[in-house]
């Protein structure tokens, strides 16, 4: 078990919450991508070892989405930040 910062409601257990995945940028003319490329835009993940950026939604608490660095490694997770 860890605790999720989330920026509305503070420090939770993180069983309230739900995994967004890997924070991706959206490509800038997806229109513009072959169906490999758009793919993998939609369906592959860095699965990176260290510091990712995720995407996290309070399920069980206010409903919000947000953003975290979290460490795979050790599960540590930075401050979070509202969605811009
Ligand atoms: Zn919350």
């Known amino acids: 078990m860890f605790l999720i910062p989330c ?5 939770r257990n993180e069983e ?3 995994s967004g995945g890997e ?3 959206r490509p800038d ?5 072959d169906d ?7 369906f592959n993940r ?3 070892k260290g510091v990712v950026r ?3 939604w309070h399920a069980r608490g206010c409903r919000l989405w947000f953003m975290v660095e979290r460490d795979t490694l050790n599960q ?3 401050p979070a930040e509202k969605p811009p």
Not at 7 to 11: A, E, L, V
Not at 29 to 33: C, F, G, M, V
């Open 46 to 48: 860095d699965n990176t």
């Open 36 to 42: 490999a490329a758009w793919a993998d835009h939609l």
């Open 7 to 11: 920026p509305f409601c503070g420090q």
């Open 29 to 33: 003319d997806p229109a513009s991508l």
């Open 16 to 18: 309230e919450f739900v």
């Open 76 to 78: 540590a997770i930075s």
């Open 54 to 56: 995720e995407w996290w």
């Open 23 to 25: 924070a991706r940028r």
